[in-house]
């Protein structure tokens, strides 16, 4: 059960489109569709942001993409606004009934 | 409205127990997987245990096996973790989350309870 693999921090201006890598295996990542993403703001719980890899749930805005590749899936943010700074954690089924998550990515909006 | 409602954190000392709960509203709680997710102060998001709509099957993390137990019962919408032998690296906020479905991803995340363990 080890960690999935995410950036510290990204940085980007308004407007602009950043992504979020998420490192893993072919035990989780890799060996099922099921990698959510979830956006964290200070003092505050984790909101789901995408879920089975790139399903966005109702009500979560467009500018929010998510794709994969092998064992690396990744979450895109276009159209950057001051609003979307926060931390973004990504987390995948591991089997067995299991989850792992990411050490989670600061994005700062510049 | 969908809520879940944790309680039952503070401070304990090392090798002490604790029993987290959680309250759920506003779903048809023994339809869905429930999971407990924490997170230490200035740390990343961690899982730590889930267990079926039925409460028939349990499921925990390695660094928690053996320690805690999570059962739920269905008849009050309450999910619980029973946490045994505590150690300082179990401080955390503990976050009680709903599964979206089967084991994809977690939709509804309680407001957490913090549990500080220290002498």
């Known amino acids: 059960q080890s960690a999935l693999t995410q950036p510290a921090s990204v940085s980007g201006s308004p407007r602009q489109s950043i992504t979020i890598s998420c490192t893993g295996t072919?035990?989780?990542?890799?060996?099922?569709?099921?990698v959510s993403w979830y956006q964290q703001h200070p003092g505050k719980a984790p909101k789901l942001m995408i879920y089975e890899d790139n399903q966005r749930p109702s009500g979560v805005s467009n500018r929010f993409s998510g794709s994969k590749s092998g064992n690396t899936a990744s979450l895109t943010i276009s159209g950057l606004q001051a609003e979307d700074e926060a931390h973004y954690y990504c987390?995948?089924?591991?089997?067995?009934?299991?989850?792992?998550f990411g050490g989670g990515t600061k994005l700062t909006v510049l | 409205e969908v809520q879940l409602l944790e309680s039952g954190g503070g401070l304990v000392q090392p090798g002490g127990s604790l029993r987290l709960s959680c309250a759920a509203s506003?779903?048809?709680?023994?339809?869905?997987?429930m999971s407990w997710v924490r997170q230490a102060p200035g740390k990343g998001l961690e899982w730590v245990s889930a267990i079926s709509g039925s409460g028939g099957s349990t499921f925990y993390a390695d660094s928690v096996k053996g320690r805690f137990t999570i059962s739920r019962d269905n008849s009050t919408n309450t999910l619980y973790l029973q946490m045994n032998s505590l150690r300082a690296e179990d401080t955390a906020l503990y976050y009680c989350?709903?599964?979206?479905?089967?084991?994809?991803?977690?939709?509804?995340w309680g407001q957490g309870t913090m549990v500080p363990v220290s002498s």
């Open positions: 506003g779903f048809t709680f023994s339809s869905y997987v």
């Open positions: 072919s035990s989780d990542i890799g060996g099922y569709d099921l």
């Open positions: 989350a709903k599964c979206q479905r089967g084991f994809d991803a977690f939709d509804i």
């Open positions: 987390c995948s089924y591991a089997g067995r009934s299991t989850f792992v």
